[in-house]
């Protein structure tokens, strides 16, 4: 089962994100697609298998058309499956190709409760402060539930040729808030936000609201933040002390990309690659700022994905090492997320990582 997943990254127009929930005793899985006709496209087959090493099937089913419904559809499976592998299998209707998505069903703090984002199911880990959200919970009994907002600023990725450190975080509450079921309510201040039903348990769940047009980045210090992975500290440290961070930013890019035509194309690329990142791996904070955020940003969509239980590695092919570069990441777990993966880091990468920079700063399109 074990198969290449890189198209999962890919940043075309075809997305699905997913969510488990739970109501203690079955299990509900939103699927959420962009555009929302895309499963109209395909037969979609789902199987649940023991792990990622297994060939046999435990349970199957399909998914019957049509399907849409705030392009959301829920699938609904036996709680004897949870910690088992969800694989949907997509066949497009001209049966010229198809691709898997897998889904573990892995019991988690994060499964609790449904969360809707101006009237639609909400599988994303993100929301904008414009942005009217309701929750729903999986019991009847479930009317209040409980919002901490913590005022930390969480530190972008360290580069992968540092060692792994680790690093106790003293996170603090800076309000609590109550909102009641089925209760349309706004999150104006930015930053992260625990949900919890029950604060005496660690079930709950994270959401990073953002006070603009996230994913995208569009303001001059956001805009400047992520150049961190491509600068020196002491360079990063002088471009932030300028008054004028916009201009700053536009002096970075200018002078890497050196003609008005190709620095455009430099800033277009680079950015693109941190509105993905904020798409694909946003969890308790930006997804930017995370391990895997920071390795996509910089190479691009692995060519290469696989997954083995807990771990996953991508795969790099270029002119730098006929052999290609692999980067393992490690699933962790945390209350905040079901979805935290930490970058085994290596100084191997030291050369490659260099290149990569150096490729960066002379105005070179990576992938």
């Known amino acids: 089962m074990n198969h290449n997943r890189s198209y999962t990254y890919m940043s075309g127009s075809e997305k699905i994100t997913h969510r488990v929930l739970t109501d203690g005793k079955n299990l509900k899985v939103l699927i959420k697609t962009v555009p929302n006709d895309i499963l109209t496209h395909y037969t979609v087959l789902l199987e649940v298998k023991e792990n990622y090493k297994s060939h046999e099937v435990l349970y199957r089913d399909s998914i019957a058309k049509p399907i849409l419904q705030h392009n959301v559809k829920e699938i609904n499976i036996p709680g004897e499956y949870r910690n088992k592998i969800l694989v949907l299998r997509l066949i497009h209707n001209t049966g010229k190709y198809s691709y898997l998505y897998d889904i573990p069903l892995r019991r988690n703090a994060q499964s609790a409760f449904h969360m809707f984002r101006n009237h639609e199911p909400m599988p994303e880990n993100y929301a904008r402060a414009n942005d ?6 999986t019991a009847e009994k479930d009317s209040v539930f409980y919002l901490f907002h913590y005022s930390n600023k969480f530190k972008s990725a360290e580069p992968p040729i540092w060692a792994n450190r680790s690093i106790k975080k003293n996170l603090s509450i800076d309000t609590m808030l109550t909102v009641k079921a089925d209760t349309p309510f706004l999150l104006p201040q930015p930053g992260m936000y625990f949900i919890q ?3 005496n348990s660690l079930e709950g769940r994270s959401i990073y609201v953002s006070p603009n047009r996230y994913p995208a980045v569009t303001k001059p210090d956001e805009l400047l933040a992520p150049l961190a992975y491509i600068m020196s500290p002491m360079e990063f440290e002088e471009l932030s002390h300028y008054e004028d961070t916009k201009k700053a930013v536009e002096l970075f890019w200018l002078t890497t ?12 690329k680079f ?15 930006e997804g930017w700022k995370t391990d895997k955020g920071m390795i996509y940003i910089l190479f691009g969509v692995p060519e290469e994905v696989f997954r083995y239980g807990q771990y996953e590695e991508w795969f790099y092919y270029d002119d730098f090492n006929s052999t290609g570069i692999s980067f393992t990441f490690v699933k962790k777990e945390s209350i905040f997320s079901s979805n935290h993966y930490e970058l085994i880091r290596k100084g191997s990468y030291r050369t490659y990582w260099q290149k990569t920079l150096e490729k960066w700063r002379n105005g070179i399109l990576v992938r």
């Not at 009217?132 to 919970?137: C, E, Q, S, V, Y």
């Open 197 to 199: 039903k029950d604060t």
């Open 271 to 285: 950015y693109h690659q941190v509105e993905n990142a904020n798409i694909l791996f946003t969890t308790h904070k």
């Open 132 to 137: 009217t959200l309701a929750i729903k919970g």
């Open 257 to 268: 990309g050196g003609s008005k035509e190709h620095t455009k194309m430099l800033i277009k």
